[in-house]
Structures are given as structure tokens and as C-alpha cells.
């Protein structure tokens, strides 16, 4: 049987009536983004919670930054963005919980970065164009101070997108041109390896990874008599092998916004003029407005970010939401509702010490151990 929960969604209040994206959020709950429109076109950063509604992030002055984006929030507060200045380009920003704003440029060069990513020791890591050839690098920044970047990114093109929480990465490798972009997975220690692409595919980029090195990517269709517009599709790559999504009914093409631990995969299908949303979970592809409870009839257009509670930030043409799937239990590891074998399977899949390679849903009772007693949970909660 398919199990799916439905959602609340919660209005994440404005104070004007601009346009606002909730570009992330972690698992406290706390979304950060930008707002466009109010009073200028510029952004202005955000962060939202529960309890305090929406807040604007200080922008320094002084530095010729026009606009600012919240993109990242780390587990204990830090927060990672763009910050667009005068000269045209897109510098890393980062306003940590002291109240510090740093404004950075990788080893010094007047670059674009693309979205950063934090590591479970406070390191980020993303990818920078110059625009000049040979311009686009990864870049890990820790303690103020940039990294070497393993091979084949220190001598080819390409950099990260998403890191888990072990701090394994993946992103892209580029050499020469757009044909040859690939995903890529990095364990953190040795040589990034290159993951290929499905058959039929010209092209694609890492966009996340879970604590089971399941990668979510963006892959390319080849042109063809059968498929005379190549396509963008999304796809998960799992131990060597790529499995692409299935598309919503009637949509020609998909991506990857976000992914969690437990597999749950975001993106929009879109047809020309109509993004939609979409929920990926245990082989089947929802559109994710179904999945909200009534009253509710907005499209949800465009998603953001999920994080480890299985809560979605997303966008309609005038409202932001987070997501929240209702009546979870603990023991419903995989946050569909249900608590069955694929519950189960990640309890045994996670057996021993709790950590970064471990789903820490399959934690059930909180001990730092999935053990015999989160078995017993899972069992005495099962679904009929």
C-alpha cells in the first residue's frame, strides 16, 4: 500500500506585499530567504520562526552591496547567502550567531558564488564563476580560510552544490564545455569521483546528498527523433545506478530542489509556462498542492528546501508556506503516515550508534542508539 501524509500549511507572514522566497530552512524550523518588491527592487535577507514571524538580516554597509539572500541556515544558526554588489557580481555572505557579517571572495578573486552549503564542522563549501575562461571553481572556506579542493576540480572546471552531514559533497565536474558536465560525489578525503549519467543524457549536476550517499542530480536528455526538445530531468543516483523520476502526469520536464536523509525528493515539473511542485517519495511523484490539507486551493508553484522533519518551504504567486506533514510519529521513520517495512528496513539499515551516516529519524527513541528498543517502537506502532 502507498502511504502519503497530508500537510498543513503555514503562512509564513509578511509585512508587505513584495514578492518572498524561503530559500532554506533546518531542522528547527527556521527558513531564511529574500524579499523583492516592497519598497524597491532590491533584496532584502530574511529570516523567519514560529514565534518571531519575519525579520530582515543587516545588510554592512560601506562594501557596495545592493542586495542580499538568505540561501542556508546551519543547525545552530549561522547563515550563508548572496551578496549582489555594485560591480555585478554575487559574493558569499555569511552572519553568524554573533552578530558578525562577513562579506567573502574566494582566494581574493571578484567572482559569483553559486549556492553555498554548510559542513557539520562549520566549513562551506560551493562554486564560483569569474566569467573568464576557466573561471569556475569549487571552493571549501573553514576558519577564514580557503581549503585545497580535491581532484580532478583542482585542475578541471566544476565545484559543490550540497554537503550531508559526514561532510560528503557532491556538485559538478566540468572541463571544455556544457556537454561534459557530470555529477560528482566527494567523501571529503580522497579524489572527487565522477558518477557519469544515465543513458540518453548529455549532462547533469550533483544537487544533494543524503547520509547514505544517495544523490539527487539534474540530468540532461540528448536530443533525438523521439525527443526532438531535450529535457531536464530529475534523477537519483544510488550505488552506481541513476534512477529518473517519474514526471507528473502531462509535464515534459523536472528538477531538484532539495532532498532528506530518509529519500524524500523536491523539485517543480514544468510544461511551458507551468511550474508545479512536486513531492518524490517511495517511487511515486505527487503534486505536492494535492497533498495539503482542505481548506486549501493556492498552486504551489515553485519549492524550496525540506529538511530532516519532512517540513517544505515553497512559494504560490502570492503566499510563501512551510509545510508541515501532519500526525507523524516518531516511529513513522520515512514520514509517510505509515508505520510499515520501510520503517523497519531503515531501523536495520541504521543498526548501532547513532551518527552522520545514519538517518537520525531512525533514532526513535533519542538515545543515540538504533537498537532493539527503536525495533520494539516501530512494531508497536505498526499501521494495520
Known sequence: MIAQCQYEAIAMPESCNGAWTPWGTNDQSVVVGYQTGCTSASWKPFIWTAETGTNYLPIPSGQGILDAAGVRIAEDGTIAGFAKKSNGLNNLIVWKTDGTITVYMPAGIPATVNQPAFRFDGAILGEYQTGFPGGMKGFILKDEKYLPIPEPLAQDQGGFRAVNRSGWATGRHFVTSGMEDQPIFWDGESDAMLLGLPSGYSRGYGMEIDCFARIACECR????????NPAWHATVWEGGTFTVLPLLPGFQWSNVRGMNDIGQVIGECSKPGSPRAYLFQNGTTKLL????????????????????KGEITTISAIQMYLLRPIGVVPADVDINCRVDVNDLN??????????????GRADVNGDGWVDASDLAEVLGAWTP
Open 289 to 308: 498542492q494535492s497533498l495539503v490539507a482542505s481548506p486549501f486551493s493556492d498552486d504551489l508553484s515553485n519549492v524550496l528546501d525540506i529538511n530532516e
Open 346 to 359: 531503515y531501523v536495520l539499515r541504521c543498526w548501532g550508534p547513532a551518527g552522520p551516516t545514519t538517518a
Open 221 to 228: 536528455q540528448l536530443a533525438s527523433r523521439q525527443v526532438p
